[in-house]
Each structure stands twice: as C-alpha cells, then as structure tokens.
C-alpha cells in the first residue's frame, strides 16, 4: 500500500518538476528545490486541511521554496534578473513523440517564446508557466499565488501583449533576415 507521499509524488512530481525548472532554468538546482519542497511538504502535510487542492498546495509550497531561494541569490547577487538568462538555459526540452521535423520547428518556437517571455516581469512569468505550461485554471494560479483571480486575468493578459508584440518583432527580423 503506497504511503500519502508516494501518492503525491507519483501524481506531481513531473508538474513540480518542470515548474521549478522553468522558474530557475538550472537541473541541478531545480533538483535541490524540489527536495525541499518535499522536506516541507513532509512536515507540513499534517496540517494540511483540504481548503484548496492537494496540487494546488503542492504548488504553492514550490512557489514559496523557489522564490526563497530567489531572494537568498539576490542577496548574493545583487540583481535577480542576471538569473533569468532563458537563452543560456543547457536544456532542451523536447518530446520524443514529435517527428525530428516537427521537433525541429517545435524547439525553435519554444526558443523563441523562452526568449519572449524573459521580457515579461517576474509575476507574468509565474502565470505564464502556471496557466499555459502547467495548465492551471486561473482560479487555481490565483490560489498558488495567493492573487485575486482579477489580478491574474489582468497581469495574463498583460503577458500575453509582451509575449505577441516580441513574438512579432521576432518574426519580422527573422524575414528580413531571410530576404
């Protein structure tokens, strides 16, 4: 019979996984991350008393986790956004059930909204990789981020201009790159 953790483990540690990942774009230190999270979940989930759901728990003890450690590096650092190089990341992430030329054309597209989507501010980010990368529903980002869901409406839809308007001076480049 599995214990509680593995269930939780077994259902979302791929989602828990990849959204540290996006967030901290490093393997290794997502890894680190995501071990704490479990050190809190662990000692946490005691207390746990079902007002929301266990993912969107789950994911809010992440969110807390990673930006704890954000604020560690900006101590360190002085500038959190030397952090965000979303073209430095080392890895490439692709599914091995796409055909290589649709792989191909599905890695530079994804290149380019990782280019695109550092332009967006921390919080756009967060919903970005919530609602399209994680497919959360708003009102489950909002409760990950403790938001009201006006305010993820609004800094959505906020992110989804910058992410066009790059995504289109992107493609304009690239055609007269092309010509």
Partial sequence: MKTTFEDLY???HQDLFQYIFYLVKDK???????????????????????????????FSIARHTTFDYFRKLKR?????????NWEDDGEKLTSTMEEPEDSILHNDEMHQV??????????????????????FSIKETAEILKWS?????????????????CMMTSSEKEDVNHE
């Fill in 28 to 58: 290794a230190q997502a890894e680190d991350l995501i071990q704490e999270v479990y050190i809190k979940v662990l000692s946490a989930y005691s207390s746990f008393n079902g007002d929301s759901a266990e993912k969107t728990w789950l």
């Fill in 114 to 135: 990782y280019h695109c989507l550092d332009q967006c501010t921390v919080d756009q980010k967060q919903v970005v990789i919530l609602r399209y990368i994680q497919e």
């Fill in 10 to 12: 077994d259902k979302y």
């Fill in 76 to 84: 360190k650092r002085m500038k959190i956004q030397d952090f965000f």
């Fill in 149 to 165: 869901t006006s305010k993820v409406k609004t800094t959505q839809h906020r992110a989804l201009k910058v992410l066009q308007t």
